[in-house]
């Protein structure tokens, strides 16, 4: 019989964290979408997932625009490939758009008037920060700035108005998307909804439809259409009371115990929302609002919250145990501090509270 802690583990090697892949677009392409809220964290959940993390790999793709970083499948940032950026917004936009759209409620009258004025200026001038979009607005005569124009940029990445640019000196920008993806991917909805569920089950496998339509803002029925149209291409079995869908084949075989340093943003934890706490089978973690940013997972199982400090020598990890740690599991979490601090290159430090 399956466990919880069966479909973590399986989740390690679907997700690429038991089995790496050669480059960062690779990880993007096999997944899908990595949620790229915090650029400096999320920049590791892909190198991570690479045989070589080098911190170069992802910067060049995004430089070369075939991986972007917008808003798409729900209201926060994800690394896409550009072959998939198009038809995932047009799948997925109708549910998200009215998110920004209460959001800009305050401008919605200035909403066209501003998106022109955006578009006008990227056309002239890409790869802008966003702080020169407002200021070249408001030498327009459109004062906007903080939150609601990066709420305005999102609504406009939604939209495929805009993506990111080539990034400057690690800032991120903006350019127009039809600059950036000349000859966008399209599908027909019923293709989208086949070709996702595929692609989400394959990379995020073993899950349940209610994790799908969690991770791209759809409904069940729409998943459930997904499904059906590719489920001569999945396996699936029951537990717990839910049907959990994977790319066809058995568990793969389990590995030596590994430690992962990863933020709460991980696919690990935020691309399942129903089944979400196999990683916690034992029942130890305190079930109400992320307090922490980051985790340690130990066998996939999330053992600790774990805070990062980077500074110009040393990257510092204050790992703060949800239970007594057996000597195993905390030499697991100074290998991955290790494996991050390499990839940064800078020392590892490791600070653990009691439990």
Same mark, same amino acid.
């Given at each position: 019989m399956i466990t919880d802690r069966d479909i973590a583990r399986w989740r390690l090697h679907s997700q690429l964290l038991a089995a790496p892949v050669a480059t960062a677009a690779d990880v993007v392409r096999t997944l899908t979408a990595v949620q790229a809220e915090n650029a400096s964290q999320s920049a590791w959940a892909v190198a991570t997932r690479t045989r070589s993390p080098m911190p170069g790999d992802l910067a060049d793709e995004l430089a070369e625009g075939r991986v972007l970083r917008i808003h798409v499948l729900r209201s926060?940032?994800?690394?896409?490939?550009?072959?998939?950026?198009?038809?995932?917004?047009?799948?997925?936009a109708p549910r998200v758009m009215p998110i920004f759209a209460q959001q800009l409620q305050p401008i919605a009258g200035r909403l066209d008037a501003l998106g022109d004025a955006v578009e006008v200026l990227l056309a002239a001038s890409p790869d802008r920060t966003r702080v020169e979009i407002s200021d070249a607005l408001a030498e327009r005569g459109e004062q906007l700035t903080g939150q609601l124009l990066m709420l305005l940029?999102?609504?406009?990445?939604?939209?495929?108005? /805009?993506?990111?640019? /080539? +990034?400057?000196?690690?800032?991120?920008?903006? !350019?127009?998307?039809?600059?950036?993806?000349?000859? +966008?991917?399209?599908?027909?909805?019923?293709?989208?909804?086949?070709?996702?569920a595929l692609r989400y089950f394959t990379a995020h496998g073993p899950a349940t439809d209610r994790d799908l339509a969690y991770w791209a803002t759809l409904t069940v029925t729409d998943v459930r259409r997904g499904i059906a149209a590719v489920r001569d291409r999945l396996d699936s079995f029951e537990h717990d009371g839910r049907t959990f869908w994977h790319?066809?084949?058995?568990?793969?075989?389990? !590995?030596?115990?590994?430690?992962?340093?990863?933020?709460?943003?991980?696919?690990?934890?935020?691309?399942?929302?129903?089944?979400?706490? /196999?990683?916690?089978?034992?029942?130890?973690?305190?079930?109400?609002?992320?307090?922490?940013?980051g985790m340690a997972l130990v066998d996939a199982q999330l053992v600790a919250a774990m805070k990062r400090t980077v500074t110009a020598k040393a990257v510092t990890f204050a790992v703060h145990p949800h239970r007594t740690l057996s000597k195993r599991e905390v030499r697991a979490i100074q290998d991955a501090a290790a494996r991050y601090a390499e990839f940064l290159g800078v020392e590892a430090r490791v600070l653990f509270d009691a439990a």
């Open positions: 926060t940032w994800h690394y896409v490939h550009a072959d998939d950026a198009l038809w995932l917004q047009e799948l997925t940029l999102g609504q406009l990445e939604v939209q495929s108005r /805009v993506c990111s640019g /080539v +990034p400057r000196n690690g800032e991120h920008t903006y !350019a127009r998307f039809a600059d950036r993806v000349p000859n +966008p991917r399209r599908l027909e909805r019923d293709e989208a909804l086949a070709e996702l790319a066809p084949g058995d568990a793969p075989a389990s !590995a030596a115990p590994t430690g992962h340093l990863l933020q709460v943003l991980d696919e690990m934890y935020r691309g399942y929302q129903d089944s979400r706490w /196999v990683i916690d089978a034992d029942g130890v973690v305190p079930r109400v609002r992320e307090t922490a940013i």
